[in-house]
C-alpha cells in the first residue's frame, strides 16, 4: 500500500538549524583531547583534513540532494545511482550506528547533569522528552533546534574568549607566564601523519551531521535551492566554530594538557580564572548532547521510513502520521530501540562500529554522486572523487576493533536482507493468484 510523502514544511532558517544541531553536539566539548592524543601540536592539520573531506562529502550530498530530494539520504542515492546493495549498506549503517550514537548522547547528556546512578534514568527521560518533540511535527523539531544551537554558540562563544585570555593574557599551557603558546613551530609534526589522520577520524565524525539535511529532503521547501544552500551555511558554521575552538583550546592549554583533559572546555575556562564560567560549560556540553539528539532522531526515522518503502525494513515503519506528518513508527521503534541501550549497555565509549557506518554512508553517496551525469552536476567529479578516497583513507586509520565491529554489523544487516527477501519470495510463492490469503 502506497504511504502519503511528507510534508514540505522546512525553510532555509529551519534546515540550517537542524544541520547545525547535529554538527554542534556534545562532541565539540570533548573530541578535542583525543584529537590532541593523536596529533599532538598537530592537531590544528589534523582539522584542516577533516574540513576537507566534509567540504568534499557535503557538495557530493548537496548536489544529490537537488536530484533525489527525498527522504533517507545516502540510502536513497546509493539505491537510484548505484543499486539496491549499496542503498542498503548505507542506510543500514545509518540506522543501527546512529541508533548507538543517541544512546551515547543521551548518556553524555545525563553524565553532565546527574550523579552516576541517577544517569540511566534521566537518559530515558531525556530520550521520551526529545522523541516527543520529533513527534510533534518537523517544524516544532526545527524550533527547539533553533533554541538549542543559539544557546550553545552562546556557550562556545564564552569558551573562545576565555581561551583567547589565557592563550594571549599570560597564561601558558602549563600554568607558567610564559606567554601565548605557538600553534606552529617544530614539534607540529612530532606525531607523524598517521597521528595526524587519526585525528582527522576524530574531528570528521564530531561535525559530520550535515547528512542529516539530506536525510529530511521531502520535507524542504523549493529543496533543489534550499538543501545545498543549508548545507553549505551548516557546514561552514560549524567548521568556523571547530576552528575558533580547537586553535584556543589548543593554544591555552598546550597540546599535552589538551590531550590528558577529560573536559577539555571547562579546563579551558579553568585555565583563564573563569572558575565561574566551568558550570556553565558543563550544561551548555548537555544541552549540545540534547540537539545532537533531537536531530539523530529525526534523520535515522526518516531513512528508516525511506528504506520501509523499499521492503527493506518492516512495513509498519513506513506510516506517516496523518496530522503531524511524520514517521511516528519509525521515530518510536527507534526511541524503544535507544532506551533499551540505553538501560542495558554502557555505550559512552563503545560505539567505534559507527565511525564504520559513517565512513561507509559517505563513501556511498560520493560514488553516487560520481555516476551523475553532467547536466546534474553541480561540482567537479574530482571532489567526489576526493571525498571517497578521504573516507578510505580515514577508514584505514580507524582502530582495528572499530573496523571488526563495522564489519560485523554489515554482515548482520546482509544476513537479514537475505533472509527478509527469502521469507517475502515464499510466502509470494505460496500466495493465491488472486492475492487473497
Known amino acids: 500500500m502506497d504511504q502519503p510523502a511528507l510534508a514540505r514544511r522546512l525553510g532555509l532558517r529551519q534546515a540550517v538549524a537542524i544541520g547545525l544541531a547535529a554538527m554542534i553536539g556534545a562532541g565539540v566539548f570533548a573530541v578535542f583531547a583525543p584529537a590532541a592524543q593523536s596529533a599532538g601540536a598537530g592537531l590544528m592539520l589534523g582539522l584542516a583534513i577533516a574540513a576537507f573531506v566534509a ?11 537537488a536530484r533525489y530530494p527525498e527522504s533517507g539520504g545516502a540510502y536513497r542515492y546509493g539505491r537510484e545511482r548505484l543499486g539496491e546493495w549499496p542503498g542498503f549498506f548505507a542506510g543500514w549503517s545509518f540506522v543501527i550506528g546512529k541508533t548507538a550514537s543517541c544512546a551515547a548522547m543521551a548518556m553524555t547528556f545525563a553524565a553532565y547533569l546527574a550523579p552516576p546512578e541517577w544517569q540511566r534514568p534521566l537518559a530515558v527521560v531525556a530520550v521520551v522528552a526529545i522523541t516527543g518533540v520529533d513527534l510533534r511535527g518537523i517544524t516544532r523539531t526545527a524550533r527547539v ?15 573562545v574568549a576565555a581561551g583567547a585570555t589565557a592563550w594571549f593574557g599570560g597564561a601558558s599551557a602549563e600554568g607558567s607566564s610564559s606567554g601565548a603558546v605557538p600553534l606552529l613551530d617544530s614539534t607540529l609534526l612530532d606525531h ?10 576524530l574531528l570528521f565524525f564530531a561535525f559530520a551531521g550535515y547528512a542529516r539535511v539530506a536525510t529530511l529532503g521531502e520535507e524542504v521547501r523549493d529543496p533543489s535551492r534550499t538543501i545545498p544552500r543549508a548545507i553549505g551555511i551548516a557546514l561552514g558554521v560549524a567548521v568556523l566554530v571547530y576552528v575558533a575552538v580547537g586553535a584556543t583550546a589548543l593554544g591555552a592549554l598546550g597540546p599535552d594538557r589538551l590531550a590528558a583533559s577529560v573536559a577539555p572546555l571547562v579546563d579551558v575556562v579553568e585555565a583563564a580564572g573563569w572558575h565561574w564560567a566551568a558550570p556553565v560549560v558543563s550544561i551548555g556540553a548537555a544541552v549540545a548532547a ?61 560505539i567505534g562500529f559507527s565511525s564504520f557506518g559513517v565512513l561507509l554512508y559517505y563513501l556511498v553517496a560520493n560514488a553516487a554522486a560520481m555516476s551523475q551525469p553532467r547536466p546534474e552536476r553541480r561540482v567537479p567529479r574530482a571532489l567526489s572523487a576526493a571525498g571517497a578516497i578521504g573516507c578510505l583513507v580515514l577508514v584505514a586509520t580507524l582502530p582495528l576493533p572499530s573496523i ?34
Open 145 to 159: 533546534a533553533t533554541v538549542i544551537v543559539i544557546g550553545v554558540l552562546g556557550v562556545l562563544a564564552l569558551v
Open 55 to 65: 567540504f568534499a562529502n557535503a557538495s557530493s550530498t548537496a548536489q544529490l540532494a
Open 290 to 350: 540534547l540537539g545532537a539528539l533531537l536531530a539523530l532522531i529525526a534523520g535515522i526515522g526518516r531513512t528508516a521510513l525511506a528504506m520501509a518503502r523499499d521492503d527493506e525494513l518492516p512495513a509498519r515503519l513506513a506510516r506517516v502520521h496523518p496530522r503531524f506528518q511524520v514517521p511516528h513508527i519509525a521515530e518510536i521503534a527507534v526511541a524503544l530501540a535507544v532506551i533499551a541501550l540505553v538501560v542495558t549497555v554502557d555505550l559512552r565509549g563503545a
Open 404 to 437: 571488526v565491529a563495522g564489519v560485523v554489523v554489515l554482515a548482520v544487516g546482509a544476513a537479514y536482507r537475505l533472509i527478509s527477501r527469502a521469507v517475502r519470495a515464499r510466502r509470494a510463492q505460496h500466495r493465491p493468484p488472486d492475492g487473497r490469503a
Open 192 to 201: 607523524g601523519w598517521l597521528g595526524i589522520l587519526q585525528s582527522a577520524g
